[in-house]
């Protein structure tokens, strides 16, 4: 079965860029789209990225999404970070039309 | 803008059906793929169900002989029932729509369910 990996936790200072990146095991991550969803606590999550790349509107061009074939890997990266980032991200993708989520990281902005 | 709001008993009693409504206003049903997830408390989200826009349906291997999605398009609306309950079905469930023409998805605010006699 395919999965999604994701790193526990990150930190950075605010202004700096950071990349979350998130694994396929047992599959090709190309093979479908990943969404990355923001998750503030205490709240629900919201999409930050769609299909790879696509920014939905309202959410700030310092989220970008891409896809590295020869790691196997999506990335989330924020530029310009602000304190209002730090929340639990968690990439999601499918295998076979199932949804597949990755554990999630927590990004602490300090 | 496409909003949902998600609404059911908060307290389940182990062994009985919990049950689920997702109310989707801002565009109509029959342009959206349909999910539930789940989050039990301080973990991470759990896939639960996916229904197709066509009606086709995809359970999370581990939950589908207790769980059941159903779309009513005359009141915009889909719904969950997951039986046989237990401690560990405690959880925030909230409902998603994926838009199928843009892929963009959108989330519930998610209700709390709590399984217990």
């Known amino acids: 079965n395919f999965m999604l990996t994701q790193p526990l936790s990150v930190s950075e200072s605010p202004g700096k860029t950071i990349s979350i990146s998130c694994t396929g095991i047992?599959?090709?991550?190309?093979?479908?789209?990943v969404q990355w969803f923001q998750q503030r606590p205490g709240s629900a999550p919201t999409t930050v990225i769609y299909e790879d790349n696509r920014r939905p509107s309202g959410v700030p061009d310092r989220f970008s999404g891409s896809i590295d074939s020869s790691s196997n890997s999506a990335s989330l990266t924020i530029s310009g970070l602000k304190t209002e980032d730090e929340a639990d991200y968690y990439c999601?993708?499918?295998?076979?039309?199932?949804?597949?989520f990755g554990g999630g990281t927590k990004l602490t902005v300090l | 803008q496409v909003q949902l709001q998600e609404s059911g008993p908060g307290l389940v009693k182990p062994s009985e059906t919990l049950s689920l409504t997702c109310i989707v206003s801002?565009?109509?049903?029959?342009?959206?793929?349909r999910s539930w997830i789940r989050q039990p408390p301080g973990k991470g989200l759990e896939w639960i169900v996916y229904m197709h826009y066509s009606g086709s349906t995809n359970y999370n291997p581990s939950l589908k002989s207790r769980v059941t999605i159903s779309v009513d398009t005359s009141k915009n609306q889909f719904s969950l029932k997951l039986s046989s309950v237990t401690a560990a079905d405690t959880a925030v469930y909230y409902c998603?729509?994926?838009?199928?023409?843009?892929?963009?998805?959108?989330w519930g605010q998610g209700t709390l369910v709590t399984v217990s006699s």
């Open positions: 801002g565009g109509s049903i029959s342009h959206y793929y």
């Open positions: 047992s599959g090709s991550i190309a093979s479908s789209y």
């Open positions: 999601q993708s499918y295998d076979n039309d199932n949804w597949v």
């Open positions: 998603a729509v994926t838009d199928l023409l843009t892929g963009n998805v959108y």
